[in-house]
């Protein structure tokens, strides 16, 4: 018995652009999708799937950003973009006629501060050819072991999944001319640059990863007396991939097992585990161990609430687990190895008056072979209800997460005369905590009337969080400045001074604290001097807010009535802030 499946599709853009190489401006995309579940016999079967996106693009190659970048960036009393030809002094003839025209009625307008003219990119810039692709593989095998242990199951899949991208272009340079406007319509005009529509070639943006994975999932599941459920899962994982760029392969071998009984539907256990491995840790750190237990009731299954008039179901649940991860803001390029010491090879150091010469070998990494695994401690307890005929619903989850043993170098923990950051070990130190609650509410009812029905569906979920630093590297500003100790506050905490106002005249700049930020005139910020020392510096920085939001509300509500469907979507967010800190908030004058 088999069954396929093929899916092929296409997406074709073109542009808005009407002139030059931007009215050739494309962006093409191939979809392939295809299945084949093929069954052997009754104990084997075969699941295969592949897909492919090939993209391929073309646009003008623009000195900077595209069109709509300059477009919003560029104000048109800026440059003159085109210079009728007609109006130009008879003088500027010979740069006329060797000039690049734009059909034959105008040059190229710029100065000597823009000296990007977006018509110049657009005809005569050159071009960007552009080609991405996506190929991904998935073969499995599944297998019935009923012959040796009733509902036994076995699955093997391999994984391939691979992807590059390239580009290539031609660059152009052309020249533009600055005009200055004399007396009646004429015009005359200076040359800034020049045309070389020969260009450079080449290609760049490339970038290719490719990934090898093997899983296999060994599970059970049976009842046994119609009161005690077992499901049990057994998986292995390995996998490699491989970037451009990188000198080595990131390669993964976990395993893991999860157990799940339930006795009379009431009661529930449940043991996840899983082995990881990982090499980016020394041998003696390289596998870890991660534990999750979970307990849950069914409240509602108890006799005294079965047969409930009001509530369908009740389950009170809670979960902890210990999670080891390897992924980190540490990790990168060149501190991959961070448990043993590197060296690279740096200058020349002289020798016998100069007359020789070696290549000198620094140390760039000190090891630490005790680095380990970045650790989250978990834990989650919650209430499910389901009331009144199953049509309001409502779930309350309370979670912690302590996320350990982040790994950074103690910058501050040593003296800088000892080497600073190249003699530094990276350690594992940092510790955080992200707590909260979440609440959700679902609200359905049906409407039945003779000429329809109704449905509705009102639904509102609240998340409230609250990120904190337990532990960081940092100095001990010691009494009267704890305001500076970042341990203890949001971990997304905004810094910076606290504005209480602007300076009015003079006078008031001469009696306030004195501010180490440059030339203080009237209308400038007045900021808090919080340590009291007269000085408006660093010392005086203090939490102002939060990048991210405290709460986050949603309320949704469906409606569906015979072949209509309504649907309404609000989000808000509260107890966040940001700031805005470039030109285009700014009030700066020419930079606005």
């Not at 069914?298 to 409930?308: M, P, Q, V, Y």
């Not at 923990?413 to 959700?440: D, I, K, V």
């Amino acid at each position: 018995k088999n069954r396929y499946y093929l899916n092929i599709g296409y997406t074709g853009t073109g542009s808005l652009l009407k002139i030059g190489e931007g009215a050739n401006e494309t962006d093409n995309q191939v979809n392939i999708r295809a299945n084949l579940d093929s069954e052997i016999n009754k104990w084997i079967s075969v699941n295969i799937g592949a897909s492919s996106i090939v993209n391929f693009y073309h646009s003008p190659e623009y000195l900077s950003g595209n069109f709509w970048t300059y477009a919003s960036s560029v104000r048109p009393m800026d440059l003159t973009h085109l210079l009728p030809i007609d109006r130009i002094n008879s003088e500027n003839n010979e740069l006329v006629e060797g000039a690049t025209k734009i059909n034959n009625q105008y040059i190229l307008g710029g100065n000597s501060i823009y000296t990007q003219n977006i018509y110049g990119d657009l005809y005569h810039g050159g071009y960007v050819d552009g080609m991405r692709r996506n190929v991904q593989l998935n073969i499995g095998l599944n297998f019935n072991l009923d012959f040796l242990i009733e509902k036994l199951k076995y699955q093997t899949y391999f994984t391939y999944d691979n992807f590059n991208r390239y580009q290539t272009y031609q660059s152009n340079q052309y020249a533009i001319y600055e005009p200055n406007f004399i007396s009646g319509d004429s015009i005359n005009i200076n040359k800034i640059g020049v045309d070389n529509f020969v260009g450079s070639q080449g290609t760049r943006n490339t970038f290719f990863y490719r990934l090898y994975g093997w899983s296999n999932v060994l599970s059970y599941n049976n009842i046994f007396n119609d009161i005690h459920s077992l499901n049990a899962t057994a998986v292995t994982k390995i996998d490699s991939y491989k970037e451009g760029g990188f000198n080595y392969n990131d390669k993964h071998v976990n395993a893991g097992i999860r157990l799940n009984y339930m006795f009379k539907n009431k009661y529930v256990v449940e043991f996840n585990g899983s082995v990881v491995g990982s090499p980016r840790f020394g041998k003696e750190e390289r596998w870890g161990f991660s534990p999750v237990l979970g307990l849950a009731w069914i409240a509602s299954e108890e006799e005294s609430l079965k047969n409930s008039s009001f509530l369908n179901y009740l389950k009170f649940k809670s979960t902890y687990g210990n999670i080891k991860t390897d992924i980190d803001d540490a990790f990168s390029v060149s501190n991959y190895y961070m448990y043993q010491d590197m060296y690279k090879q740096g200058g020349n150091f002289n020798y016998s008056d100069g007359t020789s010469a070696n290549k000198l070998t620094q140390i760039f990494n000190i090891g630490n072979k005790n680095i380990s695994w970045i650790e989250r401690n978990e834990l989650n307890i919650g209430v499910e209800t389901s009331m009144f005929n199953n049509s309001l619903f409502t779930e309350i989850n309370y979670f912690n997460s302590k996320r350990i043993n982040e790994i950074g170098q103690r910058s501050n923990f040593y003296m800088q005369f000892l080497g600073g950051n190249t003699f530094l070990p990276y350690q594992n130190f940092g510790a955080r905590t992200t707590q909260g609650f979440e609440f959700g509410l679902n609200y359905g009812f049906f409407y039945e009337k003779k000429y329809g029905n109704l449905k509705c569906n009102i639904g509102l979920n609240v998340i409230t969080i609250n990120p904190k630093l337990d532990k960081v590297d940092e100095l001990d500003y010691g009494p009267g400045l704890e305001y500076r100790q970042k341990a203890g506050k949001p971990s997304d905490a905004i810094w910076g001074l606290e504005a209480i106002g602007l300076f009015k005249d003079d006078q008031d700049i001469a009696t306030s604290p004195i501010q180490k930020f440059g030339t203080i005139l009237p209308g400038d910020i007045k900021y808090r001097d919080l340590n009291g020392d007269n000085i408006i510096d660093e010392d005086d920085q203090t939490v102002l807010g939060y990048f991210h939001a405290r709460n986050n509300y949603v309320f949704s509500i469906n409606l569906n009535y015979k072949r209509f469907d309504f649907f309404t979507y609000l989000n808000m967010q509260t107890g966040g802030s940001s700031y805005y800190k470039n030109n285009y908030y700014w009030v700066s004058g020419e930079l606005k």
